[in-house]
């Protein structure tokens, strides 16, 4: 199990470089000048090509991207165009808001989708079965910035119940949460409907029926532990997109996180937020999916011991 972690962590290290290299090509194909963007438009033009020569931006393509890896290797990733400041001072400054409302929408998912799911297999064909298909494919295939435009006019500009906009307080993170679980939850309700319909016609469960064990011992114990591996992953993968993917609902309620750091430092050709923003949430991303991955070991005892057998 050690060395599969090891050997995970390693694997960073590629990532880490193929994602750097991919972002930093796309970022410099694209029109920008760093020198004004940090001096301002009423700068001398002279001052700005001074201050762009040192920062490199003059220096050919493959010796401005060598510069940044060796930079980022001594962990200097260079500092904001924006705002002059070190980019992680940024990230760490605004990540608390994404990871709360990420953390927030995926346990929200979780509490509704899969009690729904695990329902509404065990009622098949019912009308609770029914109808909870039939709402979880309309939500599942709205979109999540047309969710929370709803949630706006409704709940705030209408009913005047939750504030609109912001992060200050507890209320402020109500609407934007449960606008990002909705999709989750709907999709979550599907998965664990159909892989608890496929677990509960195995032999086992039947076998199990058939000892006396009451139906909700076989739903729970048997039938649900062994449905919990393709639920886990979508919760985690959910985690990772959601971290990185409530950049239009941090937009639409203007909370100040991660992703729309991002989006305003792609509009300003921020190029140091962008490659260190962009990096973080790909390496944090990855993480989540080993955490994942281990979290199978404590499920299914055989995939520990085929953990336990790389080497």
């Known amino acids: 199990m050690t060395r599969y972690v090891i050997n995970r962590i390693f694997l960073l290290i590629p990532i ?27 700068a001398d033009r002279e001052a700005v090509s001074q201050l762009n020569r040192e920062l490199g931006f003059y220096d050919p393509f493959f010796v401005r991207y060598f510069n940044y890896v060796a930079g980022a290797v001594r962990l200097d990733f260079g500092v904001s165009f924006r705002s002059g400041r070190p980019v992680f001072e940024e990230i760490f400054l605004r990540f608390p808001n994404t990871l709360n409302l990420a953390f927030l929408a995926v346990i929200c998912a979780a509490a509704v989708g899969i009690p729904l799911g695990i329902l509404s297999a065990v009622k098949q064909y019912s009308h609770i079965d029914t109808v909870s298909r039939i709402i979880s494919m309309l939500f599942a295939a709205a ?10 006019y409704i709940f705030s500009l209408r009913l005047q119940w939750l504030p609109a906009f912001g992060a200050s ?16 939850a709907a999709s979550l309700l599907r998965l664990t409907r159909s892989t608890m319909l496929e677990t509960i016609n195995q032999d086992y469960i039947r076998t199990a029926r058939a000892k006396g064990a009451s139906e909700r011992r076989v739903i729970f114990r048997h039938a649900l532990k062994n449905a919990l591996l393709p639920i886990i992953t979508i919760l985690g ?15 639409v309620f203007s909370i100040p996180g991660l992703g729309q750091l991002l989006v305003n430092s792609i509009r300003l050709m921020d190029i140091p937020q962008v490659m260190a923003s962009t990096l973080f949430l790909a390496l944090l991303f990855t993480l989540i999916i080993l955490v994942v991955d281990l979290m199978y070991s404590f499920i299914d ?11």
């Open 16 to 42: 880490a470089l193929g994602v750097t290299f991919i972002v930093f090509t796309i970022m410099n194909l694209t029109p920008s000048d760093p020198g004004r963007i940090m001096l301002g438009e009423m």
């Open 169 to 184: 307080t507890w209320e402020h993170f109500i609407l934007p949460v449960i606008t990002l679980s909705i999709p989750s």
């Open 143 to 152: 979109p999540v910035f047309f969710l929370g435009m709803m949630g706006i």
């Open 237 to 251: 993968m959910n985690f990772g997109f959601l971290l990185g993917g409530a950049i239009l609902i941090e937009n």
């Open 301 to 311: 005892p055989r995939i520990k011991a085929k953990y336990s057998k790389i080497k």
